[in-house]
């Protein structure tokens, strides 16, 4: 059974690339579109949901992400440009993690607001990197010699990107550097008094989320081919912060689920809506629509979508006989709100 | 294998390759910021929309044949218009695009190109506008660069020689102000540009910019932006004591809505007039009536009748297609919409009901005239003759 549970996530992955594969345009591009934000939302969750640092600065270290995959791929890189994003992007939230080892809480939280904002300059003006005002065009990432155009190929990769960083983040949070984000987390004196080094630990959270987040942003620029700055604006921030607190912050399917949900809820809408003949009423509900699910979730369920998934599984689980002893089992002993084991 | 099997794999194969349409409709996809910050001026959108409603309601569709027409909203997000671009490509099977940003035009110019898909986008950015480069890419009128020289020209023609830049700062607003001033257009029409200001295209307070404007005392200012910013610049300049004849809009400032909330701020104002305006005594605007008969007209602005003539030159370059093809609809979307964009090329003089002069496309542009438009009595009326930007 633990085997079992070992290879369902690598089994899911490789099935959902195969079906990226037969998929039109568009459902590979809904598929890579829902993978790279998910990867941006893993980053974001182990700072946020795994170690406490709440980060409004995400759409700007995805904008260092995409401009620098960008120059690099241009220059000819190839796939090596989505390492150097993540490594320019690691540098950029090392340094705006920096003031976290004397700001807490709140404060932090502005304190990375502030460096969104000055990215978004930077980004209009180091012309001879950005391309200013203009952006900047990003020739197709080559893998292997060849270019990578296509939106299933796109996708695939995509979707192997995700399942690294994924895999890479489980290891991480089995590691003692792992446990001891769960403890800074929860209590920085409990951690000190516990002998854990808590700058040295925020620096690696800082550093891995950037890392992750910077892998993010280069497939935003391989996939719309344009780096330009207002497309990483604090709305890009507040739609990854939006991701793993609908999907569950602190949890290992929230970034997933929340991705899936904040990508795919506009155009559910606007399905919807056209198949009522309301879809010009819609354009107009569909940002209130999004918004005012975000207070529902806050309001009913905290705990985002994870939380909803696990007991609808437990429910299914319910209507099995075979299982009803291991699903009593797990309701006598219910888990902490954000335990990286959910 | 046998031939029977060979034969269906052979066809099969031909068509993953190139797609078949429904032989009876003919689809389109027109997106817009229909919710967003350019909304204020999304009648472009409607107009085109509106427009393929007429023709299958007044004229049995295009060549007889049922336009389903749709319209998305692309927010004025990058994503957005990415993705539905996508699935106007890939599911809706449109035969001709109608898109919206700068962004959206630069970022997709490479790719409309690799799927020979006629594109036609709301965006005047020159960095789009090119026959060989892009050869499915179409605007429809002066790019913004072209447009500011109309009105440079006209202001020096009535005794102008200072001048100031104001712009945005962002893609619409810096890009084509770079463009000009590189060019050295300004200094060879013998104008002196005092000054180029930038600011941020949300703003909603420029006293402290104007009043910089006013210490260069220029005889001319012409703003680079959209609507909701022009309305800022001239609220602010009435504060400093600029009047607004001083100022020199684009095409995106002959918005009804300027006058009628600075009332006498604006009076004098002057705008760059492309399209006639709603309402003009013109024909097309008798086909916008007879459709207003039967539906709801969302925007009665300047903008729906570009919209409206978008829409006549996208149904042109439909119609020709399929005239050239026998009067059906071929059955082979990848040639359908290649012939759609080599139709609509080759448009000479195409009349599109006095919205503008008659256009020919082989520059992808179509028209490249404009004239000068001055609120007087709170509404725009003509001034001077249609000028050539080029």
């Known amino acids: ?342 | 294998m046998n031939r029977t099997v060979r034969s269906a794999l052979l066809a099969a194969l031909l068509c993953i390759a190139s797609p078949a349409i429904a032989a009876d409709t003919i689809n389109v996809c027109v997106w817009g910021t229909i919710t967003g910050p350019d909304a204020l001026v999304n009648g472009m959108s409607y107009g085109t929309h509106d427009y393929f409603t007429y023709l299958n309601q007044n004229k049995g569709g295009i060549a007889g044949f049922k336009v389903n027409s749709l319209l998305l909203d692309g927010r004025y997000k990058l994503d957005e218009e990415l993705k539905i671009y996508r699935r106007c490509v890939d599911q809706e099977n449109a035969v001709f695009i109608n898109g919206w940003s700068t962004g959206a035009a630069k970022a997709l110019r490479e790719t409309v190109t690799q799927d020979g898909v006629p594109f036609i986008s709301e965006t005047f950015s020159s960095e789009v506008v090119d026959p060989v480069k892009y050869p499915y890419v179409f605007v429809a009128g002066p790019t913004y660069e072209q447009q500011m020289l109309v009105g440079l020209r006209a202001a020096k023609a009535a005794g102008a020689k200072k001048v100031v830049l104001m712009h945005g700062d962002n893609e619409y607003g810096r890009g084509p102000v770079t463009v000009v001033r590189k060019s050295g257009e300004i200094e060879k029409m013998g104008l002196e540009l005092v000054d180029a200001i930038e600011f941020k295209y949300d703003a909603q307070d420029l006293t402290a910019q104007l009043l910089r404007v006013k210490s260069k005392k220029p005889d001319v200012i012409y703003i680079q932006s959209s609507t909701p910013q022009t309305l800022v610049i001239l609220r602010d300049a009435a504060k400093v004591g600029l009047p607004p004849t001083k100022f020199i809009g684009n095409m995106y400032n002959i918005s009804p809505t300027i006058p009628q909330q600075l009332g006498a701020a604006a009076e004098g104002f002057r705008a760059i007039q492309i399209y006639a305006d709603y309402g003009a005594d013109i024909p097309a605007m008798k086909e916008i009536l007879t459709f207003k008969a039967k539906n709801e007209v969302a925007k009665q602005d300047v903008y729906y009748m570009k919209g409206w003539l978008e829409g006549k030159v996208m149904a042109a370059g439909i119609e020709n297609a399929i005239k050239k093809n026998g009067g059906k609809v071929p059955a082979d979307l990848k040639a359908f919409r290649k012939s759609i964009r080599d139709e609509t090329e080759a448009l000479k003089n195409l009349d599109v009901g006095g919205i503008t002069p008659p256009l020919t496309f082989a520059n992808h542009q179509g028209s490249t005239q404009a004239r000068m438009a001055k609120v007087k009595n709170g509404h725009y009326v003509s001034v001077g003759s249609w000028i050539d930007a080029r």
């Open chain 1, 1 to 342: 059974m633990a085997t079992l549970r070992k290879l369902a996530v690598p089994i899911l992955f490789l099935v959902t690339m195969l079906a990226s594969l037969t998929l039109g345009r568009f459902g590979a591009y809904l598929v890579h579109s829902v993978a790279i934000a998910a990867i941006g939302a893993l980053g974001l969750n182990l700072l946020t949901g795994f170690c406490g640092q709440i980060s409004f600065a995400q759409g700007a270290l995805l904008g260092v992400g995409a401009y620098t995959a960008g120059n690099l791929g241009n220059a000819g890189w190839g796939i090596w440009a989505i390492v150097g994003a993540g490594v320019a992007s690691a540098m950029t939230s090392l340094a705006i993690g920096l003031p976290a080892l004397r700001l807490r809480g709140l404060y932090y939280a502005i304190a990375t607001l502030a460096a969104q904002f000055i990215l978004e300059y930077l980004f209009k003006i180091l012309e001879p990197i950005t391309n200013g005002i203009s952006g900047l065009l990003i020739q197709p990432l080559k893998l292997f010699g060849r270019p990578v155009v296509g939106d299933q190929a796109l996708a695939v990769l995509s979707l192997a990107l995700l399942l690294a960083a994924y895999s890479f983040l489980r290891w991480l949070m089995k590691t003692n550097v792992g446990r001891a984000m769960l403890i800074v987390r929860e209590n920085e004196l409990v951690a000190k008094g516990m002998g854990i080094d808590v700058a040295r630990t925020k620096i690696w959270a800082f550093v891995t989320s950037g890392f992750i987040t910077g892998v993010a942003g280069a497939m935003i620029g391989f996939t719309t081919r344009l780096a330009n700055p207002e497309a990483f604006q604090l709305s890009l921030s507040v739609d990854q912060v939006a991701m793993i607190i609908v999907g569950g912050q602190g949890t290992w399917a929230g970034p997933f689920l929340g991705a899936a949900f904040v990508v795919l809820l506009p155009e559910a809408i606007q399905r919807t809506g056209e198949a009522f003949d309301i879809a010009r009423l819609l354009f107009a509900l569909r940002d209130m629509a999004f918004g005012l699910l975000i207070i529902l979730f806050l309001l009913f369920e905290p705990r985002g979508l994870s939380a909803l998934l696990r007991r609808l599984v437990r429910w299914v689980s319910s209507l099995l006989p075979s299982t009803r002893t291991s699903v009593l089992t797990v309701k006598s002993h219910p888990s902490p709100p954000g335990d990286p084991n959910e």
